[in-house]
């Protein structure tokens, strides 16, 4: 019985990412707004007309999305490896 409650809190603590788990990304859109979005999950991004709005934004999304994968069950992706390069 310990084992089965020590396994499943792990497992909760697997499913529980918390946003500072992710790189976020913000950058200026092309009508003067900004977007953030978190690359390593699909369909988390927010707009913003400032850097700050934008990041505001992010966060109530990636609440909504954190319920979505906590109330199926899945868990969390990986957060995933950025390079940032400038084209020549």
């Not at 499943?8 to 092309?30: A, E, F």
Request: with cysteine; proline share 7%; charged share 25%.
């Amino acid at each position: 019985m310990i084992y089965k409650n020590l396994y499943s809190n792990m497992w909760k603590q697997h499913l529980m990412k918390r946003l500072y788990d992710y790189t976020i990304v913000i950058r200026p859109d092309d009508n003067g707004t900004f977007v953030a979005y978190i690359p390593a999950i699909p369909g988390c991004h927010a707009l913003g007309r400032t850097p700050e709005e934008a990041q505001a934004e992010i966060i109530n999304v990636f609440e909504m999305i954190k319920e979505e994968y906590e109330e199926e069950g899945k868990p969390m992706p990986q957060d995933v490896d950025l390079k940032a390069i400038h084209a020549s």
